[in-house]
């Protein structure tokens, strides 16, 4: 009783968020390279040109790179993403919310574009909001995104119950190739479900956490038994004059956290905000640490060095990362985007299996 309870409640939870999931599998494979195929499509946008006049050529100083740019584009700055491979342009963000992708070294412009232009851009648009944004500016579809993914957890632990029910559950696990299709899909489904189910459950999980991201913490702080800790700026009023010290609060900020690379860097919009450097430390898998600097006096103002935080914070912080496979290495990437096809496969190998049964014994579900 309990099984077929269980069965029906699978299939109809499927049925409701198949066509979410998909779109999930399919838009997760892609940005797992979506930046190596936007290179490989227009490299003269994304790429650096390769010679040895350019390798010989010093990075243009902070000050220097951000005036040529706001007087090409007559906007402000909001932030700046260097690179550290020397052949990618660096990544700029105005005021207006248009990007630039620029040579750091010239301060020539490639590419002037809004996210969703872009192949990546796009494919995120359409990965986490189904590409819709209302009149007000919000994404109301990134909801349902989220309790498709929510659905998608509730789907494997129901489906692990599922195969440890029967007796004789490890002989289930092998996979005949020479069976009938109806067969062969129903033990790769069991199969590839046991074996990916706890990779799955958090990939969804640090998925929603970016929706859901105060239920999500609190999760992680209950498992860890930890707080997650977060930035804490806090600086006396900056001294303000006429004319700002960028190159300087740029190397007093960069020196705090001098094993670190900076991974972005945001300047001050007004009077009244510090030059602020987000900066990715050996031991971290993504930049959570940050320093401040006054950009007028050039002095540091406050540091916060995320890979001595807590086990709650170092798990939180990993989330991004452990969510797009980027992380010891290629393998892990080249796992990582056969893992996101899964959700695609399950939906439909179920709904094929669920047709079948149907087809057979009448009206079983």
Not at 52 to 76: C, F, G, M, V
Not at 109 to 130: K, N, Q
Not at 315 to 332: A, D, L, S
Not at 335 to 361: D, E, H, N, T
Request: hydrophobic share 45%.
């Amino acid at each position: 009783m309990l099984k077929l309870a269980l069965r029906r409640v699978h299939l109809i939870l499927a049925l409701a968020s198949g066509l979410f999931l998909i779109n999930l599998s399919i838009t997760g494979a892609l940005l797992t390279y979506a930046k190596e195929i936007q290179a490989a499509i227009n490299p003269q946008y994304w790429l650096l040109p390769d010679n040895k006049s350019q390798k010989l050529r010093p990075l243009l100083p902070l000050s220097t790179l951000t005036k040529r740019l706001e007087q090409q584009t007559k906007q402000k700055i909001q932030f700046i993403q260097p690179e550290e491979n020397p052949q990618t342009p660096w990544q700029v963000r105005l005021e207006n919310k248009h990007y630039l992708s620029v040579n750091p070294y010239t301060a020539n412009i490639l590419l002037a574009y809004e996210f969703s232009d872009t192949f990546y851009g796009f494919t995120m648009s359409w990965h986490r909001w189904l590409l819709y944004t209302d009149n007000d500016n919000e994404r109301p579809m990134q909801l349902w995104v989220s309790i498709a993914s929510l659905i998608f957890i509730f789907e494997l632990i129901m489906g692990f119950i599922l195969w440890v029910k029967p007796k004789h559950r490890l002989k289930r696990l092998k996979v005949r190739w020479k069976a009938k299709n109806k067969i062969r899909f129903m033990q790769l489904h069991a199969t590839l479900g046991l074996i990916f189910c706890i990779p799955l459950i958090l990939i969804a999980f640090s998925g929603i956490s970016f929706f859901w991201p105060d239920e999500t913490k609190q999760t992680v702080e209950w498992l860890s038994l930890s707080k997650v800790e977060q930035p804490n700026y806090q600086h006396a009023p900056l001294i303000s004059q006429e004319n700002l010290q960028l190159d300087k609060a740029y190397n007093a900020a960069t020196s705090s956290l001098a094993e670190g690379s900076v991974y972005r860097i945001y300047l001050p919009n007004d009077k009244e905000t510090a030059l602020a450097l987000r900066i990715k430390m050996p031991q971290e898998s993504h930049a959570y640490s940050w320093s401040w600097a006054d950009p007028y006096s050039g002095e540091l103002l406050s540091v916060f060095d995320a890979s001595q935080t807590s086990i709650a914070t170092k798990i939180w912080n990993f989330k991004y990362k452990f969510h797009i496979g980027e992380f010891i290495g290629w393998p892990v990437k080249l796992l990582w985007l056969f893992i996101s096809l899964m959700p695609c496969f399950f939906v439909l190998s179920g709904i094929y299996l669920w047709i079948k049964r149907k087809y057979k014994y009448g009206n079983e579900y």
